[in-house]
T-cell receptor
Framework: DAGITQSPRHKVTETGTPVTLRCHQTENHRYMYWYRQDPGHGLRLIHYSYGVKDTDKGEVSDGYSVSRSKTEDFLLTLESATSSQTSVYFC?????????FGQGTRLTVV | GIQVEQSPPDLILQEGANSTLRCNFSDSVNNLQWFHQNPWGQLINLFYIPSGTKQNGRLSATTVATERYSLLYISSSQTTDSGVYFCAVTGGYQKVTFGTGTKLQVIP
């Protein structure tokens, strides 16, 4: 939707390993967000960005870091994956007008 | 931050019935959107509606910004309407906040 691509779409990783998820957009949207979705918790904000090198924490940021070196890319890194980070991760872009979702990344930490 | 509450949390409808979903928010907002998450997990924009009323086929939405609520109407529901409906608001600093969603099941 709206030229947003998340990669990978699915990943299984082991506890303790670092993992990086990528969100790429072709719409030149200024605002980008990472959310996780878990049963019973809805969509929870992890980190967000207002522009290149301009990021801030959301409500569930512990154990995650982000980087935005280019307008089109927003990377989410799990520094040392834990089982509690098993989730579906969504990238969202926009914010000034409409928000658009990526397809989601299903991450399983075993 | 802005609090967003949706009601009801769960809804079961017979095919052909009408329904109203509600989204309340705690502060003034710049934008409001309604999304539908289908059973395969994909999230689709339904409406961008910071104020006023819009209609798209069997769906319509109304936002009364001064009273801090929005309503999503589904008429003549179909099984393909099943899924979770989220509202999302954008407040100060352009931060997007989602409601907890309404899970809708339409049965034949």
């Amino acid at each position: 939707d709206a030229g947003i691509t998340q990669s990978p779409r699915h990943k299984v990783t082991e506890t303790g390993t670092p993992v990086t998820l990528r969100c790429h957009q072709t719409e030149n949207h200024r605002y980008m967000y990472w959310y996780r979705q878990d049963p019973g918790h809805g969509l929870r904000l992890i980190h967000y960005s207002y522009g290149v090198k301009d990021t801030d924490k959301g409500e569930v940021s512990d154990g995650y870091s982000v980087s935005r070196s280019k307008t089109e890319d927003f990377l989410l890194t799990l520094e040392s994956a834990t089982s509690s980070q098993t989730s579906v991760y969504f990238c969202v872009t926009g914010g000034n007008t409409e928000a658009f979702f990526g397809q989601g990344t299903r991450l399983t930490v075993v | 931050g802005i609090q967003v509450e949706q009601s009801p949390p769960d809804l079961i409808l017979q095919e052909g019935a009408n329904s109203t979903l509600r989204c309340n928010f705690s502060d003034s907002v710049n934008n409001l959107q309604w999304f539908h998450q289908n059973p395969w997990g994909q999230l689709i924009n339904l409406f961008y509606i910071p104020s006023g009323t819009k209609q798209n086929g069997r769906l319509s939405a109304t936002t009364v910004a001064t009273e801090r609520y929005s309503l999503l109407y589904i008429s003549s529901s179909q099984t393909t309407d099943s899924g979770v409906y989220f509202c999302a608001v954008t407040g100060g600093y352009q931060k997007v906040t989602f409601g907890t969603g309404t899970k809708l099941q339409v049965i034949p």
